[in-house]
Every structure is written in C-alpha cells, then in structure tokens.
C-alpha cells in the first residue's frame, strides 16, 4: 500500500470526524434549557458516525462518482468520504432550502445523484436498491459498481437475505458491507445473532465472505479492493463485515447506561491510533497532522457557515415536490 | 384556443376487439419497442406470462434479458426496481398480488413514494408497480382484496386502476413514461381471463397503435340524470350492469369510473353530483377510512348542498374477505347491493 494512499486515508477520517464534532457541537449549543429533541438549528434525530470512520475511508477509496453507495441512518462518514457536496449535505442537516433535498429529507435521508449516494432510515432496506443501480451499471455494459453499508443489526433483516440470495444468484455488481459496532442501538450483537461474523452468512449464498478485525482502515482498504475487483470483473457479490466502534451514543441524547464498553472506548478510538502508525511509519509529522486537522476544519466550518446563512425552506411549499409534474397543495391530490 | 389554429384532428385508429389483459401486454410491448430501458420483472412473468396473463407472450418477443423471472423476494426485487430506476431506467415490477403488499411495503412506501420528496425533487424513480386485485372467485381473505385505498392513502405514488381494455392500454402506456412512481392495478375480473367467469365487458374495442389515457381524469362511463355511481374497476361493470336494468323503470343512473384514485379527478364528481344530486360510492375496498370516504368528502368539503340526499355506500363492510361463495357474495359490491342501494337514493 502506498504512501499517498494511507495518508489519504488518514485525512478522510479526519474530515469526518472533524465534521462530526461540529455537527455534535452545532445540535446541542441550542437544545436547552434540558434537552428539546425538536428545537434548536439543527432539529430531530442525530446519528453521528464517530469511531466507524475506518469504514468509509477504506471503501470509498476504492470508488469513484460515478460508483453508488446506499448508507444508513448514520451516514455521514460515508457521504464525506464519497465526495458528496459538505456544503449542501450540511444545509440539508440543517434543513435549508440549499440542501440536497431542499428541507425534504433531513441527515436520515440524504440524496445525492451527482456522487449516486443516498441512505435510508430504515434498518437494512437500504440494500435492495442497490441491486437495482448494480442492475443498471451492469445492463449499461459499465463496469460501475453499488454498495450497500448497513450496521450488524440489520443482518437480521429479511431485506438484508433477500437481497443477498438475488445478488448473488445474478451476479450483481455489489459490495455489501456491514459495519457491526457491537451495537444495535441498546442490543449488544452478542445477544442478536447467532454466529460471531455475518460474514459467515455469505456462505449461505455462495459469494465470499470475510471479516475485517479490530476496525482497521488498511484491513478494510483490503478487503473492499477484493470485493470490488471482483465486482467490477463481473464476477458477482461479496460481504464484507468490519469490526468497528461507536464511540458516541446510538443518537444525540442518548445516556448509554445499557454499554459495558464505554470505559475502552476512548483508547480504541481509530484515529488517534492510525496516526499513530503513520508517525512511526515516517509519513506524517507534527505540521503535516497540523495541516490535515487545519485543513479539515476550514472546509467543515465553511459548510457550518453556508447552512447557517441559508435560508429555511417556504412553508408554503411543504407540499411541492410530492410528485414531479403538478406542483401539489393540501387535499388537491 | 385562436381562430388561426389548426384543430387536431387524431387519425382514425384500426380498432379491435381484445381482452383487457392483452390490450395491457399490448402496451407493455409497445412501450419496450420504444424503449429498451423498459423491463418487466417479478414472480412467473416469464414463460408462465404472468399468472393472471399481465405478461403473456412477452418473453417470446423480448427474452430473459427483459422479461426477467426473479426469486419470491418481494422486498429485494421491488427494491431492485427502485435503484434501477433512480438510475434512469423504467423498470415495471409485478407484485403477484396486491395482498403481498405487506411483506414488502417498505419499498414500497418509505423507498418508492418517498425519494423524490425527500431528495426535494433531485431523484426521480419513474417505475411501474403492477398487481393483481379484487375477490369474487373464493380465493379467500388473503388472495382476495383489493388495497388501493392503502396505496391511495400513502403519498408519493399515483394510483391507476383501469376498468376496460381500451383504458388498461392507454393508461399503461401513460405510466410507463410517467417520471413518477405509478402503481397499476388490475382486477382479475376485469381481465378477460379463460379461467375465470367471463365478464363480457373484459373484452372490448382497442385502439391500434400507441396512445396514451391520461392519468387523473375520471371517464363518464354512462350519462344519467337521477343519480351519480361513483366507481372504480370491476364494481363499474356491475353498475353499468344494474343502470341498464334499471333505465327500465325510469331511472336514469351516471356512471361515473374513477380511473385513478392518486391523482383523484374530484372535478369529475363535482360536475356529476352538482347535476344529479345523488350520490351512490361503490368501492370493492373496505369500507372504512376508504376510497368512499374520500369520494364523500370531495362533494362535502366542496358544498354538502349539492347533496338532495344521504349518500349511499356500497363497499365491503370492513371484514376479511371470506372464502364461501354465499359469504363472499354477501360482502363484495355485487349487483344486488349496487342496485338496492341506487334504489335507496332515488327513493329518498
């Protein structure tokens, strides 16, 4: 693996989490007095994806634009690593009429069709459109690919199988990718599956399986070059599961009083540690951390700024949008 | 229009007879000549044709490549629909019967309907989603109704449900180019099937060639004066059926065919209640928090006065649809209860 290529994985998982910790900061600057899920710049539900950075830094390197990705309800490592727009992602977050979907979908569901990224609140339906861009890519005689990321809890799903067997049974251009942080929600994966790796399963559909230990981002640069050489080659799905962290409650407000591994988590923190290695391998410094860190946060407070600046969407135009043609009112449909 | 136009005269079209499912594959055909972004994929739609016959012949002329079999993987393969358009295809997906909705409704609902909203109009998935609806034949709660009133009620997704073979064909041909999620839904009673009793209106003239029926405008089926049958699929037949009887004694009953419950042609049903001021629903749904409802309410948030008298309400009455004949027959809108119910309006 190259130099170049590991620093740059490093500086993505920099910018994703220095995107996290302004997004933490920015939910609950105003939240209060207590905590008011529903007020504040930045309302609802938060999912921030600290800690599982390994993953999207190690499979976005191996995809380019035009290459697809359906995320979850925590997608934002893997947006930024895609190249989706931090500005406009921001302002969605933020529900601003510049966002990607104009207020429409909030951090749950963002929706970029220049980078073909979008995610999905529910657990593990993400991953049936992915067959169908998978479909697509390969009917157009490209050598594109899609993939699918959900967490470890969602290898319970049917949606999850279902989509497995037809990948697998139509070869399918797909990477699927489960990030199994230990945690479904308050459910530790001990007690939500029977076998130690979903990996495993993938034998049950004939493609390869392998599991990624100890949240590694160069284990799962691997891994994914596999998958999708093997992908882009036309020979089919593989299922790859990596062993990853996070660091943060399952959302914003969450206490966390059900984790036992809590106390750990901080020193396992892949960042901190892959830099760490990058030292000793002689690849980064002092000033060039600096630059990565400096760098990084010019770009996420930028975005930070354009949303805050933009403005809120027309309340008079809730109901555009519904469909395409005919611009909808209340009742009229 | 100016007096320098030109009218549109539309050249006169070869018309045949056919089946409302061979004027529906008609469409398809046309629409994948045209088109060779058009596939039609779901359970048994290869070499079987589909099992209520919406795919007859179509893998002989267009192969596996495009007529494509899948697994019994609902979610996966209308999800797989959904990707596929998103990436600009026009993918028409079969789910066998509208009763299956459950085992995929996610895709359906919280994917299909509802990217375009939420990528605030940037992502389009015009796709066809097909199934088979409607009882009459004992197959039973499960295999038996009718749903578009769920489908209607969830937004995001147009709702067609043609009645005729004409209507099966221009409408097909309308939400295949569609860039919207359109759901198309076919009665197995309307569909001229060999091995079910034959409704003979399922077999009508069809024009030749490619048209479209557009989707939202509601079709006066029957003019009449006395009363106004709002209606849609089968349950249009039954009350052509019954307004001919009773054009007999004098009363002279509109038949009014929805033709698409999303959009919903509320002006058709002003126009034709404001005339008659009478007011009969015929839905083959369930009857509660339904398609009439909704009928009942476009007349009465526009003016209740329109209404001389009570609305009638012939539709299910909110049981699972049952197996034995007599039960079945108790419960669907048949014409007995069609025609009690007109008679019930005139009378008041």
Redesign the interface.
């Given at each position: 693996m190259d130099a170049q290529t590991r620093v740059s994985l490093y500086e993505t998982m920099v910018l994703s989490r220095t995107y996290e910790e302004a997004i933490l900061r920015e939910y609950h600057a105003d939240k209060g007095p207590g905590f008011d899920i529903g007020k504040g710049l930045v309302p609802g539900e938060m999912h921030l994806s600290a800690g599982q950075e390994p993953v999207a830094a190690g499979l976005c390197a191996h995809l380019t634009r035009d290459d697809?990705i359906?995320a979850t309800h925590r997608p934002h490592h893997l947006a930024i690593a895609h190249g989706v727009d931090l500005r406009r992602m921001t302002a969605e977050i933020f529900g601003r009429e510049t966002?990607?979907?104009?207020?429409?979908?909030?951090h749950m569901?963002l929706?970029d069709?220049s980078t073909?990224f979008?995610c999905?609140?529910?657990i593990a339906?993400g991953?049936?459109?992915?067959?169908?861009?998978?479909?697509?890519?390969r009917?157009r005689g490209t050598d594109r690919v899609?993939a699918a990321v959900t967490g470890e809890g969602a290898a319970n799903q049917?949606?999850f199988h279902?989509?497995l067997?037809?990948a697998a049974?139509w070869s399918l251009p797909v990477v699927f990718v489960v990030e199994d942080n230990d945690w479904g929600i308050s459910v530790p994966r001990t007690a939500s599956t029977a076998v130690g790796s979903n990996a495993l399963r993938a034998a049950a559909y004939g493609i390869p399986g392998e599991r990624v230990e100890d949240n590694d981002v160069e284990g799962v640069y691997a891994a994914v070059g596999r998958a999708v050489a093997r992908a882009r080659a036309g020979e089919g799905p593989s299922l790859i599961e990596v062993h990853t962290l996070r660091l943060w409650g399952h959302f914003e407000g969450d206490a966390q009083g059900y984790r036992q591994d809590l106390a750990d988590a901080p020193t396992h923190d892949p960042i901190p540690r892959y830099e760490r290695r990058l030292r000793d391998a002689g690849l980064l410094d002092d000033a060039a951390v600096e630059r990565v860190k400096a760098s990084a946060s010019e770009r996420v407070e930028d975005a930070i700024r354009f949303a805050k600046e933009s403005p809120l969407p027309d309340p008079a135009a809730a109901t555009?949008?519904?469909?395409?043609?005919?611009p909808s009112a209340g009742?009229?449909? | 229009m100016t007096v320098t136009d030109t009218p549109t005269v539309p050249a006169p079209r070869a018309k045949r007879r056919l089946t409302t499912s061979k004027a529906m594959v008609e469409a398809i055909a046309q629409e994948m000549e045209r088109n060779p972004e058009v596939v039609y994929l779901g359970e048994d739609v290869g070499s079987y044709g589909g099992i209520f016959s919406s795919t007859t012949g179509l893998l002989d002329r267009f192969g596996p490549d495009r007529i494509i079999d899948?697994?019994i993987?609902e979610?996966?393969?209308?999800?797989?629909?959904?990707?596929?358009?998103?990436?600009?295809?026009r993918?028409i997906v079969e789910l066998m019967f509208a009763d299956f909705l459950g085992v995929c409704l996610?895709?359906i609902y919280?994917?299909m309907a509802?990217?375009?909203?939420?990528?605030?109009?940037?992502?389009?998935v015009p796709m066809v989603l097909t199934t088979a609806v409607g009882g009459g034949y004992s197959d039973g709660a499960q295999h038996s109704q009718c749903l578009w009133g769920t489908f209607a009620h969830l937004?995001?997704m147009?709702v067609v449900v043609p009645s005729t073979p004409a209507d099966a064909k221009g409408l097909m041909t309308a939400a295949i180019r569609d860039?919207?999620p359109v759901v198309y839904m076919f009665h197995k009673g309307v569909m001229g099937l060999p091995w079910m009793a034959k409704n003979p209106r399922a077999t009508d003239d069809v024009p030749d060639g490619d048209y479209e029926v557009p989707i939202g405008k509601a079709r006066v089926a029957r003019e009449g004066n006395d009363v106004t049958v709002v209606t849609l699929s089968l349950s249009v037949h039954h009350s052509l059926d019954v307004a001919e009887t009773l054009s007999a004694e004098g009363i002279d009953v509109e038949v009014l065919d929805l033709r698409s419950l999303?959009?919903?042609d509320?002006e058709a049903i002003l126009t034709s209640v404001a005339k008659t001021g009478r007011l009969v629903v015929v839905d083959e749904d369930y009857q509660s928090f339904g398609v009439s409802g909704e009928v009942v309410a476009t007349v009465t948030?526009h003016d209740p006065g329109l209404l001389r008298v009570p609305v009638q309400r012939v539709a299910v009455p909110d049981v699972p649809i049952p197996y034995a004949r007599p039960l079945e027959y108790a419960v669907l809108p048949r014409h007995d209860r069609i025609e009690a119910a007109i008679r019930r309006a005139v009378a008041a």
């Open positions: 697809a359906t966002g990607l979907g104009r207020g429409r979908g909030g569901h929706f069709p073909h979008s999905s609140g529910i339906e991953y049936p459109p992915a067959l169908g861009q998978a479909f697509a890519f009917r899609a049917g949606a279902e989509s067997n037809l049974l555009a949008y519904v469909f395409t043609d005919a009742g009229t449909r | 899948t697994p993987s979610t996966a393969f209308i999800g797989l629909g959904i990707g596929a358009a998103v990436e600009g295809m993918p996610d895709q919280n994917h509802k990217i375009h909203y939420e990528s605030g109009g940037v992502v389009k937004p995001g147009k860039d919207n999303v959009p919903l509320r948030d």
